[in-house]
């Protein structure tokens, strides 16, 4: 997933130096990450984690590995959080994706 | 800078970079336009300058600022005033967005132009409608835009929503609070019974011989066992909800008199909140993507409307049911739409992926209730997922009802960040 990730913003920087053509710049997105099935499922989560207030915990500086957990530990938990209901959303693949694609996002 | 507004700035910088860098690339003359710079709005024309660094981007709306209506109802007990909720638009052409602070005044989705209200005409290859709601005047009789100063209905944040708790201070303790609440769909499903709440509060422990009725024009609402419980421990005295089957059904009001007409009832007020039907702001009807029920019909993956080509609608005005109307629903909306505008502007078709909504509401300043819902869009409609979502639990100990009032507040202020930070 992310050696993909690294190729586009290769791509992106070579881009000024090629010339114009729609379906190189389809290809070009298709392999983008922030157009894909993951960056729209991913795209719930900062309307709550991109916030100053620490009562919702950032997931800047988390492992792929540590959020998935996290998810899954949501998920089949019994709590009481929004979390709790929310994780259930996700098969075990999305949210594998998902903690790949948050685990990536720049730092604050 | 103070180190909050530090914090604020970086994670405010942190929410957009989760919208990764965008695809430099990808085509680089799309003229994009977003009418509408709320929740939806403003997120999407952001979501949409981070995917596409090189495109036009123009954002119209005429306001300074934007008031927030998700925590206004803490005004109602004086907990909150209207300048926490008020957040300035402007600081878009810094962010690359060109900013047009003028009504949009008709689209012309042949041509592919909007109008604005100065005769000027800005062409798109695409357009985002993010419009929220007017109100239906004349559904109730009597309940005109004159009316509301007597009887406010304070459902768009601003200085109705200062009436409104200025009444009630106003008011004499004994007096009665009555609320008309309207039949769904609506903008924000439980914020009506968020209000009572916090209402029924203030009078609780404020003016203790007074009380609060609801006249519902429905027989069930978003989060309603939750809320029952919650009045039937906190606000025995002072709340009473009255279903439309119990002949709750608000038809008239007589603002002279102080009135509340249901079919077979004449109830007098002493402070009479009226929250009438709603629909799509009259931009979408102008853009000929309103259907007969006043809403806009959509289709789920690409947010593209179904009457009209090249004009994509979110938030409110948008017929998204299941997923609600709200604040959180327009956000996300505002950036899966950006992603599918992204995919479209470069030949890739929009893909299905899977949304949820978040809303907490506050049954008192210290405890509040969430609801959680889940859908895919695969079909082109909204789908509830099952076995996902649903609402806090009942019965719960109060400290689970105090975080999730504290965990709000830290959704408020991650909402705000990421649409106006």
């Known amino acids: ?108 | 800078m103070t180190g909050l507004n530090r914090r604020t700035l970086l994670s405010g910088m942190g929410a957009l970079s989760l919208m990764p860098a965008g695809a430099a690339f990808a085509r680089t003359d799309a003229r994009l336009v977003v009418i509408g710079a709320g929740f939806g709005g403003a997120t999407a024309a952001r979501s949409l300058k981070a995917l596409l660094p090189r495109a036009s981007i123009t954002l119209i709306d005429p306001a300074e600022a934007y008031i927030s209506c998700p925590f206004s109802n803490l005004i109602m007990g004086g907990d909150r005033s209207l300048s926490d909720q008020t957040f300035p638009i402007n600081g878009w052409e810094g962010r690359g967005i060109e900013h047009i602070r003028m009504t949009a005044r008709s689209v012309d989705p042949i041509k592919r132009a909007v109008e604005l209200e100065d005769g000027a005409v800005l062409a798109y290859d695409r357009l985002i409608l993010a419009p929220g709601i007017v109100f239906r005047w004349g559904a109730i009789e009597g309940y005109s835009p004159e009316a509301t100063a007597r009887m406010p209905h304070a459902w768009k944040a601003g200085p109705q929503t200062n009436d409104l708790r200025r009444q009630l201070v106003d008011m004499e303790d004994g007096g009665t609070v009555y609320m008309s609440s309207p039949e769904a769909p609506y903008r924000c499903p439980p914020g009506p019974y968020e209000r009572a709440s916090l209402i029924a509060h203030y009078l609780k422990t404020q003016k203790p011989k007074s009380k609060l009725i609801i006249l519902d024009s429905k027989d069930t609402f978003s989060k309603k066992p939750l809320f029952q419980e919650a009045w039937a421990e906190d606000y025995p005295d002072h709340l009473e909800w009255v279903s439309a089957v119990d002949d709750g059904r608000v038809s008239r009001v007589d603002t002279q008199a102080m009135t509340l007409e249901t079919d077979f009832e004449t109830h007098k007020a002493d402070v009479a909140n009226i929250i009438p039907p709603q629909k799509a702001a009259l931009i979408a009807e102008r853009s000929g993507v309103t259907d007969p029920t006043g809403w806009c019909p959509i289709n789920a993956i690409s947010f593209e409307s179904s009457l009209q080509s090249h004009i994509h609608i979110i938030g409110d005005a948008a017929i998204a049911a299941p997923m609600p109307k709200s604040a959180f629903s327009a956000n996300l909306q505002g950036k899966v739409c950006a992603i599918q505008v992204a995919r479209l502007l470069n030949g890739l078709a929009p893909e299905p992926t899977r949304l949820v909504n978040t809303c907490y509401s506050f049954t008192s300043p210290e405890k509040a209730i969430s609801i959680v819902g889940a859908y895919t869009n695969k079909t082109g409609q909204f789908q509830s997922i099952e076995g996902a979502g649903g609402i806090s639990p009942l019965a719960a100990p109060d400290f689970v009802r105090e975080l999730e009032a504290v965990q709000a507040k830290a959704w408020f202020d991650a909402i705000i960040s990421e649409t106006f930070g």
Do not use: K, N, W
């Open chain 1, 1 to 108: 997933m992310r050696p993909q990730s690294l190729q586009s913003v290769l791509v992106a920087g070579l881009i000024p130096l090629l010339p114009s053509c729609s379906d190189q710049a389809a290809r070009d997105l298709e392999s983008d990450e922030s157009v894909s099935t993951t960056a729209a499922l991913a795209a719930s989560c900062s309307g709550c984690h991109a916030g100053p207030d620490a009562a919702i915990a950032s997931f800047s500086g988390r492992s792929q590995s540590e959020l998935a957990a996290l998810m899954l530990e949501y998920q089949r938990g019994e709590g009481t959080t929004v979390m709790h209901r929310l994780a259930r959303t996700y098969s075990d693949e999305q949210i594998t994706a998902i903690a790949g694609y948050l685990a990536e996002a720049p730092a604050p």
